[in-house]
């Protein structure tokens, strides 16, 4: 389950990832590639081609945990490619992405306007 108190980062591989990988194909990326250790206190997201699952990576106590989600309809807002093989975000930013928004929002809620209370 993923950690109620959070954990320190939150890394997206950018680009597609082969999802037939599992826990040491996954970690190898983020050993290899990303040159982060995978034993840390870290999330460590892939996804596919598609942008329609994804497979969150995360080391607790004695093993490795590997969290997978299908959407059924939409995609997720996945950052774009860049020259770079993953960022960090934060957990916020974590979870917007898996509610269907980007990383980039401004807020989570549009501003008020104020109005009299009658």
């Given at each position: 389950m993923l950690r109620q108190n959070g954990p320190?980062?939150?890394?997206?591989?950018?680009?597609?990832?082969?999802?037939?990988k599992s826990i040491d194909g996954l970690s190898?990326?983020?050993?290899q590639k990303?040159?982060?250790?995978?034993?840390?206190?870290s999330l460590f997201v892939f996804c596919n081609r598609n942008k329609d699952k994804i497979k969150i990576l995360e080391w607790e106590n004695s093993g490795f945990w590997l969290h997978y989600?299908?959407?059924?309809?939409?995609?997720f807002k996945w950052p774009d490619e860049t020259t770079d093989t993953?960022?960090?975000?934060?957990?916020?930013?974590f979870r917007w992405l898996l509610d269907g928004l980007t990383i980039n929002e401004e807020?989570?809620?549009k501003p008020v306007k104020e109005r009299?209370?009658?």
């Open positions: 320190t980062n939150v890394y997206l591989a950018l680009g597609p990832t082969d999802l037939r190898l990326i983020v050993k990303f040159k982060l250790d995978p034993f840390s206190r989600k299908r959407l059924e309809k939409n995609k993953h960022i960090c975000i934060d957990e916020r930013s807020s989570a809620h009299l209370l009658i």
